[in-house]
């Protein structure tokens, strides 16, 4: 089969490879649609979350098949799996865990005590295992989430960035009626703001200094644009919400994006953590966390998500469909696809499809 390979910084190659029959845990599928994430995009840049000495849970080092947001169709069932068939079209929930550690067994797999890497390679599939930038793929049937009758393979795709936004969602306790700011609009913070939304937030703020990513939440239908570039976010969100907002939501992961969430959060709020950060930041812990009474919260992936958020998916059809602006098929993954997503912002997610 053809599989978008990448064998280190700055190396991805398309290369016919072979898959081999599904274990009796799992499925084999038929891809469908694969999403190109900005940690793929971290990976073929820097190298970042790859396996340069044995996974502990898999065995495997690069190279790698690419892809971690993907969908697709069972085309071969496992001795073993019992609640999947044939013809079925599933989301891939691509985390890699043991299943068997202390944080396993208390439901918490994404922190799988087991899955930590000496080189620090990422616990998901297309990371540490092979993942969907390819015709076909593995998948451990626990993994395999059926589609709600009627949804696209597309959408199945965006399930696992929506997973994403839905876990930092979670974490904080956003309930309707409450005001949230998302510092960040490229496609996790895009995604974060629908959620917050469809859970019932009154206000939407959003913060980005790109006005292409900020012309993209418009078509989105939201309303509450700032950009630091010229605009004092702070000022103009206190100016609707003299407090500041319930809930701030970083999506980009840099110290002033990190600044800005403590400072538009009111005092006893929460700043929640949705980006990964290269660097580490600085914050006075007594004078901006302490005496303001602010929670700063972090999340890792998801767990246990995958069919609320298909659910969700499913009822609002029409705003998750509008976030994918590109489909490519798997020869054109590294120009049109991945070199693509770092340089042109009007770009929210790009899939790829094997078929195309």
């Given amino acids: ?25 799992e499925v084999q599928i038929k891809v469908k649609d694969c999403g190109i994430c900005g940690s793929d995009l971290h990976a073929f840049l820097e190298g970042w979350g790859l396996p340069t000495q044995p996974h502990p849970i898999t065995g495997k080092t690069v190279p790698i098949t690419l892809g971690h947001e993907f969908s697709g169709q069972v085309v071969k069932v496992g001795s073993g799996v019992d609640d999947l068939a044939v013809g079925d079209f599933v989301a891939v929930e691509p985390l890699i865990a043991c299943g068997r550690c202390a944080n396993c067994r208390a439901g918490n797999y994404n922190f799988c005590n087991k899955a930590l890497a000496k080189d620090g390679a990422g616990n998901f599939l297309g990371f540490s295992q092979d993942g969907g930038m390819a015709e076909y793929a593995n998948i451990q049937d626990v993994f395999a989430h059926r589609l709600p ?14 997973a994403v936004a839905f876990e930092a ?14 510092i960040g609009a490229g ?3 895009l995604v974060t703001a629908l959620l917050a939304r469809i859970a019932g937030a009154t206000r939407v703020f959003i913060s980005d200094v790109s006005e292409v ?15 630091p570039a010229h605009d004092d976010v702070n000022a103009a969100i206190r100016e609707c919400v003299s407090d500041g907002v319930d809930i701030s939501f970083e999506c980009a992961g840099v ?15 929460i700043v929640q953590i949705v ?45 998750f469909q509008s976030i994918i602006t590109k489909r490519i098929g798997l020869d054109d ?12 912002k009007s770009q929210v997610k790009i899939l790829i499809s094997p078929e195309i």
């Fill in 213 to 227: 990513r900020l012309d993209q939440a418009r078509k989105l239908g939201f309303k509450d644009m700032l950009n």
């Fill in 187 to 189: 496609p996790i913070g």
């Fill in 255 to 269: 110290q002033t994006t990190f600044d800005t969430a403590l400072k538009v959060t009111k005092r006893t709020g």
């Fill in 169 to 182: 969602l979670k974490k904080s306790g956003l309930h309707a009626g409450q005001t949230v700011a998302v």
């Fill in 149 to 162: 009758e009627g949804m696209s393979p597309e959408l199945g795709a965006v399930c696992e960035p929506a």
């Fill in 275 to 319: 980006a990964l950060y290269g660097h580490p930041v600085n914050v006075n812990i007594t004078d901006d966390l302490i005496m303001q009474g602010i929670d700063v919260i972090t999340t890792l992936c998801y767990n246990n998500s995958f069919p609320k958020v298909l659910e969700i998916i499913n009822r609002h059809r029409d705003e």
């Fill in 1 to 25: 089969m053809k599989a978008v390979r990448i064998y280190g910084k700055g190396d991805i190659r398309i290369e016919d490879v072979a898959i081999a029959d599904p274990a009796d845990d």
């Fill in 333 to 344: 993954a590294l120009e049109d696809g991945i070199k693509t997503l770092a340089t042109d």
